[in-house]
């Protein structure tokens, strides 16, 4: 399919809470550095040609960004990055970040944030981007476990206004209730893409679907690839990509943006032209049958534990 005068608005829009986004948005993840996110086998993307793709993206209707401080390779952070490349920010730029994994100076994991420890965390994305506040905080947990003291934490920020609305990440389905009767959640990112999905996708997908909750996958393109980027697709999905003169990349996307109305999609790339696609396929349409399909080369399998 063409790429060219399509933009993020192709794929329509949904709120997050009192801020309107084209639910076809940008990952930061893998902004920073070549080769595989967080591996010590990386080389840094040339700082210009990141701004350049982080200001093409706006210019395509982007105005939903996802990111975190611990995004960051040797010579480069995704937030400075962001802050660089957009700042002053447009006035319907929607930046989400997330909190709870913890990285050194090194790259190397250190222990998940503890409550007392979430303000620190959440100043450091604000000093990052150049804010005085966080429009969205995704709280990332590690397991199956209360949130209670962690959300807590951060609807206290809420409070405060340091922080806009809240959301969670890598979360089963009773954490998201939990998190509910404690405050607002405006989205959930999990795992979930075709051939690579969380056991409780489904149930996940259709609880926030009912109360309003933007669901926002992640590893939309490189599946069962994850950090490591997409691997071979199947002869399928090919089929389905031949037929419509598309990506295989291109037709997850679509696939991803047709599980209903309310999830979003944040294809992340340092390439310009890998960019201009993925946003084209927000008006990639396929047929009932194509969905089936694909839907049935997935394999459920359990939550992230990192």
Request: charge should be negative.
């Amino acid at each position: 399919m063409t790429s060219h005068y399509l933009t993020a608005a192709a794929a329509g829009t949904w709120r997050l809470g009192d801020l309107t986004v084209n639910r076809m948005g940008f990952g930061a993840m893998r902004l920073t550095q070549n080769g595989r996110a967080f591996s010590d086998e990386r080389t840094p993307h040339d700082r210009d040609r990141a701004v350049a793709v982080l200001r093409r993206a706006v210019e395509l209707g982007v105005n939903h960004i996802d990111t975190a401080a611990f995004y960051f390779s040797p010579l480069r952070s995704a937030n400075e990055l962001i802050n660089r490349a957009l700042g002053p920010y447009p006035d319907d730029l929607v930046i989400t970040t997330k909190v709870g994994p913890g990285r050194g100076p090194s790259g190397d994991w250190t222990d998940w944030a503890r409550p007392e420890e979430l303000r620190g965390r959440v100043q450091e994305n604000i000093r990052q981007l150049g804010r005085d506040h966080l429009d969205v905080v995704n709280l990332r947990m590690n397991g199956n476990r209360p949130v209670s003291e962690l959300f807590g934490a951060l609807a206290e920020l809420r409070e405060e206004g340091l922080i806009r609305h809240l959301g969670l990440s890598n979360v089963w389905p009773e954490q998201i209730t939990e998190a509910l009767a404690i405050a607002p959640v405006v989205c959930v990112q999990n795992r979930y893409g075709i051939g690579e999905r969380r056991a409780d996708s489904q149930e996940v997908l259709r609880l926030c679907g009912e109360r309003g909750i933007a669901f926002v996958p992640f590893y939309a393109i490189a599946g069962a690839g994850r950090e490591s980027g997409a691997v071979a697709e199947h002869e399928a999905l090919l089929d389905v990509a031949r037929a419509h003169d598309a990506s295989p990349a291109q037709v997850r996307l679509a696939w991803t943006l047709q599980q209903g109305p309310h999830v979003l999609a944040i294809p992340g790339t340092g390439n310009p032209e890998h960019l201009e696609a993925n946003v084209a396929a927000g008006a990639l349409r396929l047929t009932d049958e194509e969905m089936a399909r694909l839907t049935a080369l997935g394999q459920d399998t359990g939550a992230d534990v990192a």
